[in-house]
């Protein structure tokens, strides 16, 4: 069956030792049309942050019980980067996020996630590209994505 990105919406997110959160948004790549991000809301465990995870590290869906399990302890949700979610993630941000947790660039590789590069491209010599929010302005330097606002009512 299909499902919506709207769909996900509050889903739990659940890592290998526990509840993160709850999908709160997500940061779409207009240009190669992937998620590249989930935006989890981490809820009173970390006081009301939000946090990024990779769909990278997203095992099967539970769809019954709407629960999105995640390779990834809590731990290392806890001590990941922190970002301001309500604004564009740079290169330099994506960098240290996918380099906190092992993951590999996506950018300069074979396929949607450059699953086929051994090595990670310097953020200076990736191509000039722009993230911007869905109606946002685009911010310079960043990689153009989108940012996917589910109008759906919370649970």
């Known amino acids: 069956m299909l499902r919506t990105v709207r769909d996900l919406q509050g889903y ?3 890592a290998t030792d526990g509840v993160i959160g709850e999908v709160a948004d ?8 992937v998620i590249r991000y989930l ?3 981490a809820g009173t465990w970390l006081r009301g942050r939000h946090v990024l995870i990779s769909p990278v590290a997203i095992g099967h869906p539970d769809w019954m019980a709407q629960l999105l399990p995640v390779s990834i302890t809590k731990d290392q949700v806890k001590k990941s980067p922190d970002i301001d979610t309500r604004k564009p993630v ?4 994506e960098t240290e996020h996918l380099g906190y947790y092992g ?5 300069g590789g074979a396929g949607l996630w450059g699953m086929g590069r051994t090595r990670a491209v310097s953020p200076r010599r990736t191509p000039s590209r722009r993230k911007c929010r ?15 606002t589910c109008a759906a009512s919370r649970r």
Not at 26 to 33: G, N, T
Request: glycine share 8%; net charge negative.
């Open 12 to 14: 739990a997110i659940r």
């Open 26 to 33: 997500f940061f779409f790549d207009d240009e190669d049309w």
């Open 39 to 41: 935006v989890v809301d």
């Open 90 to 93: 740079s290169r330099q941000h």
């Open 103 to 107: 993951y590999p660039f996506y950018w």
């Open 134 to 148: 869905l109606g946002g302005a685009p911010s310079r330097g960043c990689i153009r994505m989108t940012i996917l």
